[in-house]
Nanobody
Framework: QVQLVESGGGLVQPGGSLRLSCVASGVTSSYMSWYRQAPGLERELVAT????????SYADSVTGRFTISRDNAKNTVYLQMDSLKPEDTARYYCYARSWRTGSGYWGQGTQVIVSS
């Protein structure tokens, strides 16, 4: 059984930081990503990390502010979010693509609110 469990969301003031975590079990991923979805908007890709070599990519809107990383031993991916803006407010979801089957899996999400 595949499970992705996110944590680390919360309320933070503009300019602040948060670190999201996603623990994966039951899946060996070829890559893992963070997505986000704000009310009334489509889910958008925020950042991706390739499991094999650690290569990363980011949405233009978060480049230079967010950092995705992984701990393969713990099967965990992180999203360090700095210089947060109100427009970063969204529910953040972890996504994993199975190396073996190609199937994709989602976590339940964690809410991030950036507000003063």
């Amino acid at each position: 059984q595949v499970q992705l469990v996110e944590s680390g969301g919360g309320l933070v003031q503009p300019g602040g930081s948060l670190r999201l975590s996603c623990v994966a079990s039951g899946v060996t991923s070829s890559y893992m990503s963070w997505y986000r979805q704000a009310p009334g908007l489509e889910r958008e890709l925020v950042a991706t990390i390739i499991s094999r070599n650690g290569s990363t990519s980011y949405a233009d809107s978060v480049t230079g502010r967010f950092t995705i990383s992984r701990d393969n031993a713990k099967n965990t991916v992180y999203l360090q979010m700095d210089s947060l803006k109100p427009e970063d407010t969204a529910r953040y979801y972890c996504y994993a693509r199975s190396w073996r089957t190609g199937s994709g899996y989602w976590g339940q999400g964690t809410q991030v609110i950036v507000s003063s």
